[in-house]
């Protein structure tokens, strides 16, 4: 039986990607493949933050792509690539908006029926022989359970519901497949009404978190530029005795920690400390 082993790894801001707009709400949950065979969570990670921004930088608007997903699920891990209260790329191609009623929202910075700005995007990776592991299904059966549990009980819909496409595949092509999923969500989920909350200090432990910083001096915030590989850009600055969670590391800037949402500290000991969960309380989590 698969576990979560859910990880907080955010791809840069972009246009085409990644715009860091808000989702309006959360109504639900959209399931996709990748039809990409081979291709991991991090391999979508290299390609959502680095490979399609600078291909699309060199097109015109006309041809450029538009794409991405909130989470990618392979048979090791589950990858939040975009925060999951801002807009993903994944359901919006059918002009005439989506063939859901329910899922037609609108935003003064979209006028038209647009799934993407009340829905989260849930892709499945695939083997290199095009098949989707069972170690990927039940993560993800996990990862829908997970956001049930944070967000309420909400409709699951295939890509195919919402726009008409052959996504994801099989469970398109056989729809007990597709209801046998469905039955594996809602299994587990009878009877949850609510998730204890596990403090750690001043902050809540969250899913996907490695650790926390408390800030011992005054220390810059920074955020990748959207515009030069390599840059980093002065955001804000946190203020003596904060404490802020820590989902992931990078040795690129003298060693930064990551706060989601984009934003990095760097590895300053005098400026942070820096702590990591202890087992028991990761398990607790874990077992919720």
């Not at 490979?51 to 538009?66: C, S």
């Not at 329910?102 to 979209?110: D, E, K, R």
Request: hydrophobic share 35%; with cysteine; net charge positive.
């Amino acid at each position: 039986m698969a576990t979560l082993n859910y990880e907080v790894k955010h791809i840069k801001k972009h246009p085409t990607t990644r715009t860091g707009r808000k989702l309006l709400r959360v109504s639900a949950e959209v399931l996709h493949y990748t039809a990409n065979n081979g291709g991991t969570a991090d391999n979508h990670f290299t390609y959502f933050n680095t490979t399609l921004p600078n291909a699309n930088d060199k097109l015109p608007v006309e041809k450029k792509r538009f794409a991405s997903a909130h989470i990618f699920v392979d048979r090791h891990k589950a990858l939040e690539l975009i925060p999951l209260d801002e807009v993903a790329f994944h359901a919006n191609e059918r002009k005439e908006g989506p063939l859901i009623p329910s899922l037609v929202a609108t935003a003064p910075f979209y006028k038209g029926g647009n799934a993407n700005l009340i829905s989260i995007g849930i892709e499945m990776c695939m083997e290199k022989d095009g098949s989707i592991h069972q170690d990927t299904i039940e993560r993800t059966i996990l990862v829908v359970q997970m956001l049930e549990k944070k967000f309420g009980k909400q409709p699951i819909y295939r890509h195919f519901d919402v726009t008409g496409k052959n996504c994801p595949a099989p469970f398109v092509k056989d729809k007990s497949l597709w209801i046998e999923f469905l039955n594996d969500v809602n299994k587990d989920l009878a009877g949850v009404t609510n998730i204890e909350k596990i403090m750690w200090g001043k902050t809540e432990l969250k899913l996907g978190q490695k650790g926390k910083i408390t800030v011992l001096k005054d220390i810059n915030v920074w955020e990748d530029s959207p515009h030069a590989s390599g840059e980093i850009i002065h955001t804000r600055t946190l203020k003596k005795g904060g404490e802020f969670r820590v989902y992931n590391y990078r040795p690129e800037h003298g060693g930064q920690y990551y706060l989601g949402a984009g934003e990095w500290v760097t590895n300053m000991p005098e400026h942070i400390k820096y702590e990591t969960p202890s087992k028991a309380m990761l398990e607790k989590l874990n077992n919720q």
